[in-house]
């Protein structure tokens, strides 16, 4: 991974979040030389039950991906030692794995010298319930192929970038996605096989692509507030489209070959083709366009 450099940009927008304290439950390796300290660990989940991993992160680089392993999470931690404090919390009846990385001081930082950083890999072969709430950060996740059956994320400020590169392995029941402040990048989300999504973005710009192999039936909602927002349709499943604008301060782009009736827009596939997809979205502020691969 490389440094964390865009943290303390962040770090303004949050002096209203406050930050939360949490001690240690493992010892860290300590490297002196660079004033950080590492924490490297694996954790055996069991695969023939729901393994549920929350995250809470106050400021960092957070990526999460596809492990190599059919049963084992696998967590990186770096960061400078004055700055920032760490828990880990594995219950191994419950199959459930909490991870607290905390900010000491909001005001008290080294400029770019700051490293905060947070790499999880995940198991193949268990079936996942990922809960990530994180404040300040450079957010990234490929979650293709793996067994996620919930799966949501919660970031107050920052770059996001989440893809699903293969097709989730089980149905997913809910995926969240919220967003306050900040570029989000949501790529291949039929590919999550979600039978419900909420998408929630804040300010900033945010692309949002469909595309994958849907589920038979899906449908998704999204609310926007400010700033310019671009949503690909699925190609493979035929859309049902309904915009709610805000009033004149909302531009709406549809593609031309989608049919309107009454308060929907429909492509010409739809009902036709085994999958029918359902949008909902509500626009803000801004530019909403819609587009067709």
């Known amino acids: 991974m490389q440094k964390f450099k865009s943290l303390p940009r962040l770090l303004p927008a949050l002096v209203l979040i406050g930050a939360c304290s949490a001690g240690s439950l493992a010892a860290p390796q300590r490297d002196d030389s660079r004033d950080t300290e590492k924490f490297d660990n694996t954790f055996k989940v069991r695969t023939d039950r729901d393994f549920r991993l929350r995250l809470d992160v106050d400021a960092g680089e957070v990526r999460l991906s596809r492990g190599q392993s059919e049963d084992q999470t696998v967590v990186h931690l770096v960061y400078t030692k004055k700055q920032f404090r760490h828990a880990f919390r594995f219950n191994e009846q419950d199959n459930r794995l909490e991870i607290r990385f905390d900010k000491e001081g909001w005001f008290d930082h080294d400029g770019g010298r700051m490293t905060a950083e947070l790499e999880i890999e995940l198991p193949r072969d268990a079936t996942l319930r990922i809960d990530c709430k994180i404040k300040a950060g450079e957010v990234e996740m490929q979650l293709g192929g793996l067994r996620l059956a919930d799966f949501a994320l919660s970031v107050t400020a920052g770059e996001v970038n989440l893809d699903f590169d293969q097709p989730n392995r089980v149905e997913m029941e809910t995926l969240d996605l919220r967003t306050r402040i900040g570029e989000s990048n949501f790529r291949r ?17 945010m692309s949002i692509d469909f ?22 349709l699925p190609r493979q499943a035929g859309t049902k489209l309904s915009v709610s604008k805000f009033l004149f301060l909302s531009h709406l782009d549809v593609p031309f070959d989608l049919r309107k009736d009454g308060g929907y827009y429909y492509t010409d596939d739809y009902g036709k083709t085994g999958q029918n997809f359902q949008l909902r979205i509500s626009t803000g502020i801004g530019e909403l366009r819609i587009e067709r691969p």
Do not use: P, Q
């Open 211 to 232: 595309s994958g192999e849907m589920l038979a039936t899906a449908v998704a909602e999204v609310d926007l507030d400010i700033g310019e927002t671009v949503v690909v």
């Open 189 to 205: 989300l039929g590919n999550a096989r979600f039978r419900d999504a909420d998408i929630n973005g804040g300010i900033g710009e």
